[in-house]
């Protein structure tokens, strides 16, 4: 039998029903990654969300060597739960549910698919710093610091532009110095009655709270890269992290924002990666028409070859660019005759697109 904090601790949050197949996906590819998957202690954070909603979830997860555990905080939050943009709040109050002296957790979103061991991360040595995240590729492409720089000082804060701005994605927990911080208390002070204050919520909170204490983590921890991000990723951001072409190999693939795996724009390896672990689960494969099928397909090699020419030929930071495209040119052959149209601005992915797709200069790292 293993001490409390012999095990590895993981947690997720969720209330919603149609997030449980990402949340499936993403614990059933972080064990299947993991080195002792059976000191793996998985707690599952809930609020709307009842026993009866989480069967499936249960049911795709039982051959799985992790424990698995659920938590409640629905009677906790009830004040807060029907506020507006209070569901991405909650699982900040997780420590109210976990055992008690547990020192290290490690926090994660459900739409991510991890890719590698994650053990590293409760061995990670955090100094002074109450959490370790990776900064967020948003921070100066769309503008995260600038807007939360802006409502700071409304709540009491100074925050610059240019201060670090990480993505609450991913969290490396020192649970010792986050509850010395009282961070839900001091969340409760400052948002109890309305926490649509900020742009992105918790995240910008924790970015106030947590200034200067914070241990930034190479992106290959909590890798987020939109279409929307391809062209305009900003290298400099990482450049302590080393090369881009070993981060844009990541351990979690976050699938941030409206582009999760199982829509239209996803890359065909990031579908295909996504489906491998969803089959096996209560959810299984979708069927989908023939029609819908051919269109899934066909977007997602045009995104797919897309990626490797901006990724790995315009920018240089992919490993093997070349063969990775003959690879897929071999794969999909008539992606090269049709990859024209992911320029026409309207007649294929719509204005921000077109914009995003822009020739831009090769960036230096």
């Not at 026409?344 to 790292?365: K, Q, Y």
């Amino acid at each position: 039998m293993h001490n409390l904090n012999d095990r590895y601790h993981a947690l997720f949050c969720t209330n919603r029903s149609k997030d449980l197949p990402y949340l499936a996906v993403a614990i059933r590819s972080l064990v299947e990654h993991f080195g002792e998957p059976e000191r793996l202690v998985v707690h599952v954070l809930r609020t709307h969300l009842n026993l009866s909603h989480l069967k499936p979830l249960e049911e795709s997860l039982t051959d799985l060597p992790c424990e698995l555990r659920h938590h409640c905080l629905h009677e906790r939050l009830a004040p807060y739960l029907e506020m507006k943009d209070f569901g991405y709040w909650p699982f900040l109050w997780f420590d109210e549910r976990l055992p008690n002296g547990l020192k290290r957790l490690v926090y994660l979103d459900c739409d991510m698919v991890v890719c590698d061991d994650l053990t590293p991360l409760w061995h990670l040595e955090l100094g002074e710093c109450v959490v370790g995240a990776v900064p967020d590729p948003g921070s100066r492409v769309h503008r995260c610091s600038q807007t939360l720089a802006a409502e700071a000082p409304k709540l009491g804060f100074t925050y610059r532009p240019d201060d670090p701005y990480f993505n609450s994605g991913l969290l490396v927990i020192d649970l010792e110095k986050w509850r010395a911080e009282a961070i839900p208390e001091q969340v409760e002070k400052l948002f109890a009655h309305d926490f649509a204050q900020l742009r992105f919520h918790d995240q910008d909170a924790l970015n106030l709270l947590l200034q200067g204490r914070v241990r930034p983590l190479s992106p290959r921890w909590n890798l987020i890269e939109s279409l929307f991000l391809y062209q305009d990723w900003d290298f400099d951001l990482y450049r302590a992290f080393g090369p881009p072409q070993d981060y844009f190999v990541p351990a979690v693939r976050h699938f941030s924002g409206s582009q999760k795996p199982d829509t239209p724009l996803i890359r065909r390896s990031e579908a295909e990666l996504y489906f491998q672990y969803l089959g096996p689960t209560e959810w299984g494969i979708p069927e989908r028409s023939i029609r819908e099928a051919f269109k899934r397909r066909l977007l997602g090699d045009l995104l797919e070859l897309h990626y490797i020419v901006v990724r790995g030929l315009r920018q240089k930071a992919l490993h093997t660019p070349y063969k990775r495209l003959a690879e897929h040119i071999l794969r999909a052959p008539y992606s090269l005759l049709l990859y024209p149209l992911i320029y026409i601005r309207r007649l294929f992915l719509g204005g921000p697109v077109a914009d995003e797709l822009s020739t831009r200069e090769e960036p230096e790292w």
